[in-house]
């Protein structure tokens, strides 16, 4: 989880200078760099959403495995 959160510190580094370029930008380009945010948000939100589920399923695993030794 510490990996996660330097990526999204990555992340919103990356949004926030994308952001600058896109309040400089011509305006024929600023679509093109609008939809690279939210390509880049919305992955990031499945990537987030599978490493949750992917931990909290390790999590769970351990503790079945603890359950069998104890009982």
Not at 42 to 61: F, G, P, Y
Request: net charge neutral; glycine share 2%; with cysteine.
């Amino acid at each position: 989880m510490r990996e996660m959160a330097e990526k999204e510190r990555e992340k919103d580094n990356t949004i926030a200078l994308a952001q600058q370029i896109l309040a400089k930008a011509h305006p024929d380009g600023a679509t093109v760099i609008k939809h690279w945010i939210t390509i880049i948000q919305s992955r990031w939100e499945e990537v987030s959403t599978w490493a949750k589920q992917v931990c909290i399923t390790q999590m769970l695993d351990v503790i079945q495995a603890t359950s069998r030794l104890i009982y």
